[in-house]
């Protein structure tokens, strides 16, 4: 924090000297104009285009930022709007009405502070008996202003605030189904975002509300700490990412490969060793670039966002990656960004005036308001540094651990990504059956298939970054468990023998639709494989080949499955 605090320093004496230079040179184009000679010559136009920025402001960057936020949100709202029912609803498989109400018991059986502490959720003080349409409204209202902000590229602190307390409203009360990592960051992420704009204003450009720089460097400290702490996870865990041959596993073993994944995985040695060395430059030499100056800083923005644009190309990380492109941006100044803007549009000409009225020492008068910002941007930093100091000592700490918050509101987070990378690839596929005797010999096992995730070999690897299933992100982890580990996967066999609709929407395909219920259940584990591109079965259409391993959970009916439904407290499967 020292060198960031020294080269925001180094940033300030530079646009001291470039106002300096901009002030003595329009004094010399006075003179220049009171010169008697010089009167009968008329001024060359200067067009708008031959126009650059000046290095220094952020005014750009903060409209860049924002709008990148918010996309990511939309997206976050509108997984959440898709699946929360299924997942945390009144019927879902983890309701969140039933967490709360085993929060308020542990706190002491009273709604107050503590309770906010341990679960931060406005659902704390709505209705709970339609805790559907609760959520549904939550993501409804955070889609209505992520959207406001994307499209106009305007937003002031209550707006953000309001993101932020929204989304951190559902990944409280989430369980399960909301603790991957990428949470934890988009709500720091969203927090810093808060401080970037004016308190009530909606312009683009508020003159009175000027990026502050200890804001900005908020952001570039976030991306030093994801690959720092990406970078480290790696070194310190699996063998493979020292000895290079981690790549020889990530395309095929990643949780949702996509198309392209499949030809990346059979690209020569050569290529997935480059790839690991490069992955280790990037997360763990190149993030102190950003304390080298603007040229260096760029770079590091450049390399970090170019990494980021290859894994979204080559897997579905849900929207991962798009979201660590965010602090990457804060690494870009105006004129670095000025490109995104049309040289004529409202936007560029407002800072191209606000630097103008600088350099010529045309500053507003500070205002109260101002003076209270400065103060808060101040505070700002403190508080991050302040909560930094667990977030470094886990990141020099050998036993280092990634995707934790040290705080309740998630403000400052430790990060990291595959510290161990799976050799082989295994999943879990549900059948079912008509069938009276589930071991008879003539009994036919029908599989259903899930929206993203391998079932059939011959379906082809999905592409849908940044947007993200959940039940199939965590149907990846378990199929290296048990389901004993994984007591939601019985849940799960027991309501598609109901036939249950809300089950069956996070599946892509149930072969009983239109028929009677299946009248058993199963789990089979297989390892899968990518198919060889020259092989038969690939010319065949199949994309996978794969092995039966053996049983993942034995064959269960309803009748049998009411007893471990009552022991859960859960309701019957017949029952929703």
């Known amino acids: 924090m020292g060198r960031a605090l020294g080269a925001m320093s180094g940033e300030g004496s530079e646009r001291g000297l470039r106002r300096r230079r901009s002030v003595k040179q329009a004094e010399d184009r006075t003179a220049e104009d009171a010169d008697p000679d010089q009167q009968d010559v008329a001024p060359e136009p200067q067009t708008e285009e031959a126009v650059q920025l000046q290095t220094g402001t952020y005014w750009l960057t903060r409209i860049v930022l924002l709008r990148s936020v918010c996309f990511i949100y939309f997206v976050a709202f509108a997984v959440a709007y898709n699946q929360n029912r299924a997942l945390i609803g009144q019927r879902g498989l983890m309701p969140c009405r039933e967490y709360l ?94 401080f970037l704009c004016p308190l009530w204003s909606l312009e683009q450009i ?83 670039f950003t304390f080298m100056g603007r040229r260096m800083c760029m770079i590091n923005g450049a390399l970090q966002i170019l990494f980021q644009v290859v894994l979204i190309i080559s897997g579905n990380l849900s929207f991962l990656n798009w979201l660590t492109i965010v602090p990457s941006l804060a690494c870009f100044d105006d004129s670095a960004l000025a490109f995104l803007f049309r040289s004529s549009g409202t936007a560029r000409r407002a800072v191209l005036k606000i630097q103008n009225e600088d350099a010529a020492g045309q500053n507003p008068p500070p205002t109260a308001g101002m003076l209270i910002r400065r103060v808060v941007n101040v505070s700002l930093g403190i508080l991050i540094a302040y909560l930094s100091v667990p977030v470094l000592i886990n990141l020099l700490s050998s036993r280092q651990v990634m995707n934790t918050s040290f705080d309740p509101l998630r403000i400052v987070n430790t990060y990291g990504a595959f510290g161990s990378i799976t050799k082989e690839r295994t999943e879990v596929v549900f059948q079912g059956t008509l069938s009276a005797d589930p071991s008879g010999e003539e009994v036919v096992w029908e599989e259903y298939e899930f929206l993203c995730k391998p079932g059939s070999v011959s379906r082809r690897p999905c592409l849908i970054s940044p947007y993200h299933y959940r039940l199939d992100w965590l149907m990846w982890f378990a199929a290296f468990q048990t389901y004993e580990q994984n007591e939601w996967i019985i849940q799960i066999a027991g309501r598609l023998l109901a036939n249950d609709s809300t089950v069956l929407s996070l599946m892509g395909h149930n072969p009983f639709e239109g028929r009677e219920k299946p009248r058993w259940i199963r789990g089979e584990h297989f390892r899968y494989k990518f198919t060889k591109p020259d092989s038969t079965s690939a010319a065949n259409g199949n994309w996978w080949v794969r092995k039966r391993i053996g049983p993942y959970f034995p064959a269960v009916n309803l009748e049998g499955l009411r007893r471990y439904f009552q022991s859960r407290n859960w309701p019957q499967p017949d029952n929703y």
């Open 101 to 194: 109400r085993s929060v308020k018991r542990y706190v002491g059986g009273k709604i107050g502070g503590a309770a906010l502490a341990y679960t931060p959720s406005v659902l704390w003080s709505m209705q709970w008996e339609d805790m559907d349409s609760n959520l549904d409204n939550i993501a409804l209202a955070g889609l209505a202003l992520s959207s406001f902000v994307l499209l106009s590229g305007r937003a002031n602190m209550v707006i953000m605030a309001a993101l932020w307390t929204l989304y951190h409203s559902i990944v409280s009360v989430g369980q399960l189904w909301y603790s991957f990592g990428w949470e934890s960051q988009l709500l720091e992420t969203g927090f810093l975002g808060i």
């Open 206 to 288: 508020p003159r009175r509300t000027p990026p502050s720089l200890i804001s900005i460097w908020t952001f570039r400290w976030l991306i030093v700490r994801i690959m720092l702490g990406a970078g480290l996870i790696k070194i310190r865990g699996d063998r493979c990412w020292r000895d290079l041959t981690c790549m020889d596993y990530h395309y095929e073993t990643q949780p949702v490969p996509n198309p392209i994944s499949y030809y990346l995985h059979r690209f020569p040695w050569w290529f997935h060793r480059f790839e690991t060395l490069s992955n280790h430059f990037i997360e763990l030499i190149v993030p102190f």
